[in-house]
C-alpha cells in the first residue's frame, strides 16, 4: 500500500493524493475507496461530493481534507 497526503487541485476542482514531490495519485473521483489516519488509526471510507459541490469522506468528520494521511 502507497501512503500519502490529500491535496485539493483547484485545476481540477478534484482531490489528489500526494506520495513525494513529483508523485501524485492523479485524481480522485467519487466512489474511489481508501484508508484514511483518524485518532492514530485507519478507517475505511471513499470520497463522495454533496448536494452543494462540497467534497467529503463517508463516516469522517474533517473541518478540512487537506493534508489527511491516507492509503491506498
Not at 33 to 49: A, L, Q, S, Y
Not at 60 to 70: F, H, S, T
Amino acid at each position: 500500500m502507497k501512503q500519502g497526503a490529500l491535496i485539493f487541485d483547484e485545476t481540477t476542482d478534484r482531490y489528489d493524493i500526494r506520495f513525494d514531490l513529483a508523485d501524485y495519485y492523479g485524481g480522485l473521483h467519487c466512489g474511489e475507496c481508501f484508508d484514511v489516519m483518524i485518532g492514530g488509526k485507519w478507517k475505511p471510507t471513499r470520497i463522495e461530493m454533496n448536494p452543494e459541490q462540497e467534497w467529503y469522506l463517508v463516516g469522517v468528520r474533517a473541518g478540512d481534507l487537506n493534508g489527511l494521511r491516507v492509503r491506498l
